[in-house]
């Protein structure tokens, strides 16, 4: 089983930075796909980024590639999500998941993720 903490959510101007970090306890860290998502109000939960157990393997939503970065410390046991170019559009709420797939997959769908974080407020003003 692997509990997830989120934190680094916060109120930024648009054009910011922010850099949003998940804290995994649990011994199989290491054997879970983890990935990103958000949910703004009103909307469906949408895959944000995903990361491969390894962390050789990258996605990114079309929303958000070329500004947001994924990347993992399986000896931390942490993931992290750096966002770059914030736009109004990205403020939701952010939470991080992990899924438990075969190494050669690459899960986006939130379904085939099994373990959620209670999520971290992200507000972008423009």
């Known amino acids: 089983q692997v509990q997830l903490v989120e934190s680094g959510g916060g109120l930024v101007q648009a054009g910011g930075s922010l850099r949003l970090s998940c804290a995994a306890s649990?011994?199989?860290?290491?054997?879970?796909?983890m990935g990103w998502f958000r949910q703004a109000p009103g909307k469906e939960r949408e895959i944000v980024a995903a990361?491969?157990?390894?962390?050789?393997?990258?996605y990114y939503s079309g929303a958000v590639k070329g500004r947001f970065t994924i990347s993992r410390d399986n000896a931390k046991k942490m993931v992290w999500l750096q966002m770059n170019s914030l736009k109004a559009e990205d403020t939701a709420v952010y939470y991080c998941?992990?899924?438990?797939?075969?190494?050669?997959?690459?899960?986006?769908?939130?379904?085939?993720?099994?373990?959620w974080g209670q999520g971290t407020q992200v507000t972008v003003s423009s």
């Open positions: 649990g011994r199989t860290f290491s054997n879970y796909h």
């Open positions: 998941a992990s899924a438990q797939r075969p190494p050669d997959q690459q899960p986006i769908l939130s379904g085939e993720y099994v373990y």
């Open positions: 990361i491969s157990w390894s962390g050789g393997r990258t």
